[in-house]
């Protein structure tokens, strides 16, 4: 939780049930909320839409900056490879495979896979 805040998932928090302990991490800072219509009093300019639009996908690529920062903070301060082992499930980066040792020394099975394309 504390790694996910630090990087500016504020909304994040931890959801406790009789069953499990979910860290649930949240982010709302770079969502555009604008009133909109097809027509009326609410229906932009054609140019405040191509503003709109611009910034929309400004902030979608921070968004997804500040995902890649999560994956990769995660992936490092959280997990150590200890042994690094082969893949027979199609992952093209076997790099990536292998035992992890958390916090407590737990042992892990963990397969790290970049993020999906957005597009």
Do not use: H
């Amino acid at each position: 939780l504390s790694l996910a805040l630090s990087l500016g998932f504020r909304e994040s928090g931890i959801v406790s049930t009789p069953k499990r302990c979910t860290v649930a991490i949240r982010g709302v800072g770079l969502s555009l909320s604008v009133p909109l219509a097809r027509s009326g009093p609410l229906r932009p300019s054609n140019e405040y839409l191509g503003a709109l639009v611009k910034e929309a996908n400004d902030r979608f690529i921070l968004n997804d900056a500040k995902l890649v920062a999560l994956y990769e903070k995660v992936k490092s301060d959280l997990f150590v490879v200890t042994e690094t082992g082969d893949t027979d499930e199609g992952y093209a980066d076997a790099s990536n495979t292998g035992t992890m040792r958390g916090a407590q020394n737990d042992s892990y099975e963990a397969i790290f896979r970049p993020l999906p394309p957005l597009n």
